[in-house]
């Protein structure tokens, strides 16, 4: 058995410096993906790759994948990695810390010089935050984007992809070339903090995670008319924001009818036009919602449209409802859960099964490559706001249960024989 630590030092080094790009006026870190700060935090990271000697390839899609000169992708390699970019005002450790664990494991070991069965490289995807589309970079490798598919997709301001990937020095051409086969990825490991108060209450240091729930999302409009505010009678109004308002107040009730486990968030709303003494002719809504049930997702896609028609026609309005591309639940890999549940027994630390109610990238990489990923808990369960932490001790405990699983993975101690979500979904 091969026993390596990380450099707990330059891991904390690593998380503090990214730490420092987009850091917002609200007090956390707004880096959205193919932004200014984005671009910062890559070549910070490109920085430290070719400071350790590895070479870094950069897909039209902006994923980032990180291998020691020697590699030559065979046999297949394992990987490990998250994402750079966050939410707005979001946290240091949302996809930071797995991104940069996966680079310091990749770093020991290839100072360290290691014989292993298989490459072990480090990845970093683009937008997994989602302002272009779920998981952008990891569906890419997925299933691809046709130019089409690319040329629809916009972000949280309204700008498109598309011009957002030429600005930031993208191909287009190379864009829709980027695609990974399934198989040609021996495992992959994704390092991520709970975003959830589970683990901590129960005071357990290692999560292995069984699953990670569906996502689904939409655009709505309510399309009204815009009028006096001081002249128009109540009656005689077709206020888009009260029926948007009326509509959000149905939705907890109508998730809860179909699935106790889902959930529904309205993050983002804006009325057009913007002015005080404007009755609001139009008011867009963007919905997050979640189930751990395929089926049950598609059910509450469809009860949410339902339900924005019903309101829109009663008032005499109209919906619009343009739905987000789904990305369906997953069951994690069995032989790579037991890798890390194997990793942490090697290190004494407690363990937990757990399932994850966040999207991840492992979502699609676990139809590319047998699949699994590690929790460490959040500090009052926060995420996704500045307040997310998680101890420094819990950071170096769960970098050194992914670099033992890598390990274990690569030098094949913990064999990998089942096939990747699409073979055992299907
Ligand atoms: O929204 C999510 O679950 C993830 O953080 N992208
Ligand atoms: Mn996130
Ligand atoms: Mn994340």
Redo the contacts with the bound molecule.
Sequence with gaps: MVTLRINAERLRADIEALASIGRSPAGGISRTSFGPADALAREWYLARCAEAGLTVDVDGLGNMVVRAPSDTGRPAPVCSGS?IDT?PNGGRL??ALGSLAALEALRRISETGIELAHPVRALVFSD???NYG??LGSAGLRHGYGRKQLEELSGRDGDRLVDALVAAGYDLDEATRTRVEAGSIHAFVELHIE?GPIMEERGTEIGVVTSI?G?AGARVEFIGSADHAGTTPLTRRKDALLAASEFLQLLPGIAHDISEAAVVTCGMISVDPASQNVVPGVAHLTL?F?DPDWDRLQQLAAAFEQAARDVARRRGLHASWRPDSMVEPVPLHPEVRAAIAAAADGLGLSRMDIPS????DSQNMAWLAPTAMIFVPSINGK??CPEEDTSWHDIENGANALLATLLALATEEAPVTGPPLVAIAG
């Design positions: 994402h939410v949302d996809g997994e935050e989602g779920h998981l975003q729930v996502l997050d979640r109610g966040a999207g991840h995420s996704h």
